[in-house]
């Protein structure tokens, strides 16, 4: 059984930073391509990034492309999410899980999620 912990969200101003973590356990993490997604309050689903298994090759959607970069650790079984220059239509919970490609859809398949990270940007 997959399990996922995310954890570092919180509230921040806009123009802020933040640093995203998911431990992840019940598979083998380093072979697997890993991804954020996010809810936003009344609205589904939203792919915003992914990684490849070792590391080398990353993707981000429009909306966050050159203020959030993806990374991980393999050795600790954890995957990172740096936030930079926040805005406030990047309040939402954030979820970590492996990697279904770009299209938010998919990740409806997903059967375990944790318990995701909450961001908030307000003035």
């Known amino acids: 059984q997959e399990q996922f912990v995310e954890s570092g969200g919180g509230l921040v101003q806009p123009g802020g930073s933040l640093r995203l973590s998911c431990v992840a356990s019940?598979?083998?993490?380093?072979?697997?391509?890993m991804a954020w997604v996010r809810r936003a309050p009344g609205k589904g689903l939203e792919w915003i990034s992914e990684?490849?298994?070792?590391?080398?090759?990353?993707s981000y959607a429009n909306s966050v492309k050159g203020r959030f970069t993806i990374s991980r650790d393999n050795a600790a079984n954890t995957l990172y999410l740096q936030m930079n220059s926040l805005k406030p239509e990047d309040t939402a919970v954030y979820f970590c899980?492996?990697?279904?490609?770009?299209?938010?859809?998919?990740?409806?398949?997903?059967?375990?999620w944790g318990q995701g990270t909450q961001v908030t940007v307000s003035s």
């Open positions: 899980a492996q990697s279904r490609g770009r299209s938010s859809n998919s990740y409806l398949k997903q059967e375990y």
């Open positions: 019940g598979f083998p993490f380093r072979l697997y391509g």
């Open positions: 990684i490849s298994s070792g590391g080398t090759d990353k």
